[in-house]
């Protein structure tokens, strides 16, 4: 996964700006400057690229980022919940200015077919053609976890999606406690999916879901590949973000982590060549109450499954 240059940023706008009740979606960029600014990643002023006076209302999107035309600028796709029960996704293509275009509509859902409280998103290129696309980790009634893929076509609208992986009750644990992320952790050229699984006697571990590579865009079942005992890690505390940090062409897992005593460390766990996570290895940290974790944030190069503490 690239961010390439110049690095956007995305805010998730924020509602009540109508007053009223009415919200309006208003889409901010930050950019790094290409000039002036580069020695020193300082960040330009902000600006507005598109703005809803009515008829969105922030509460219903789910915002994610990728680059879903494969033109080498990072887009953003929403999820709509819409009142009337139906689902909608749109893709805000960006333009030249780092800003972004009108918003296009692809794949629509009649009402009923998805609870998105039960959906867990993230975005990556599972089939490796240069267009980033959705993923959805998906829960069903039964406790079934299924992955559902949703690819891009080249105007980064989304196709229909398919199945790419299922679990049945208790196969693979509960949804609830999978924390998802996706990288190229084999170094492949196409992504995969890793997460984080909190064991209810307190373990954790790491998983991945290798990309078959195939047209349908399906996974291999999960690889678990490090694991923790009973009270050292968990994902309530973790602030997660991936990337390639020793240079060696495939991505790795990185962790902000609050430990109880109110002093943080970074944490990063390094891939080897079939997709496995390595040994965890310490890095920066700071003593008790000299950084607040609940202040932190980690910014991704794509938006995934959030953690809070």
């Known amino acids: ?50 703005g809803s006076a009515s008829g969105w209302y922030f509460g219903r999107t789910n915002i994610q980022a990728g680059d879903f035309n494969g033109d080498g ?39 009923g077919w998805w609870d998105v409280t039960k959906l867990k998103f993230v975005t990556g290129d599972f089939n490796g053609d240069g267009r980033d696309d959705l993923g959805a980790l998906q829960k069903l009634a039964d406790g079934t976890i299924k992955m559902h893929t949703f690819a891009t076509n080249p105007a980064g609208g989304f196709n229909d999606p398919v199945v790419s992986w299922t679990a049945t009750n208790g196969e693979w644990g509960s949804w609830d406690r999978y924390r998802i992320q996706a990288g190229d952790f084999d170094g492949d050229g196409r992504d995969d999916i890793a997460y984080w699984y ?85 890095s920066w940290g700071t003593g008790p109450n000299f950084w607040t974790f609940a202040r932190s944030r980690a910014i991704n190069s794509y938006t995934s499954d959030y953690w809070t503490l």
């Open 73 to 111: 600028r990072d887009d953003v796709a929403v999820w709509y919940n819409a009142s009337d029960g139906t689902d909608r996704l749109w893709t805000f293509t960006a333009n030249v200015r780092g800003g972004f275009n009108d918003p296009s509509a692809s794949y629509v859902a009649p009402d």
């Open 198 to 282: 909190d064991f209810a006697d307190g373990r954790g571990g790491l998983h991945t879901l290798l990309s078959k590579g195939t047209a349908a865009v399906t996974f291999a079942n999960p690889v678990k590949s490090w694991e923790v005992g009973p009270g050292q890690f968990s994902t309530k505390r973790m602030h997660a973000v991936i990337g390639d940090y020793d240079g060696d062409g495939r991505d790795d897992f990185g962790v902000l982590y609050g430990h109880t005593d109110g002093s943080l460390r970074m944490y990063t766990w390094l891939t080897k060549p079939d997709g496995r996570f390595g040994d965890v290895m310490p």
């Open 1 to 50: 996964m690239s961010l390439g240059v110049p690095v956007q940023l995305l805010l998730r706008g924020r509602p009540g700006l109508t007053g009223g009740g009415v919200a309006c979606l208003v889409v901010c960029v930050l950019l790094v400057d290409g000039t002036a600014r580069a020695a020193d990643g300082s960040f330009a002023a902000p600006f507005s690229s598109w």
